[in-house]
């Protein structure tokens, strides 16, 4: 089986030291972006597209976590998700997930490690 191919995103003391950080990918041929960030000392990524209304989750805010910081909140009208699935705990989506991106570390480096996953190209 061929290795995913590794994508630079930050050092992981970087990462450590914000909420969260968005960068924008194309997915499955998509362009989109991809939220990444630090919960209970493990690293996660999600592409940034809530599966209610389809917008990003900081569309609203700067911000991708509830006031407890417990869950993933979506700004436009507040769903909440589990960190560590991306699966909803609101209602109306219960039980769906965010889409995962696979992510290594490195040597200290957070990378993608997402086959269907590249960058933009640049203007
Ligand atoms: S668009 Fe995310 S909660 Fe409605």
Known sequence: MQANKLIAI????ALQKVSYLSRPIV????????L????D?????????????????NGEQDAIFDDSGRYLRCSMHGFVFEPTTGECQSPVCLGQHLQ???L????GIVYFAEKHLQLPDCP
């Open 10 to 13: 930050c050092p992981l003391e």
């Open 27 to 34: 997915f499955k041929k998509q362009p989109c972006s991809a």
């Open 36 to 39: 990444v960030f630090c919960f």
């Open 41 to 57: 000392g493990q690293v996660y990524s999600y592409v940034n597209h809530c599966m209610h209304m389809h917008r990003p989750l």
């Open 100 to 102: 995962t991106l696979r």
């Open 104 to 107: 290594q570390v490195v040597d």
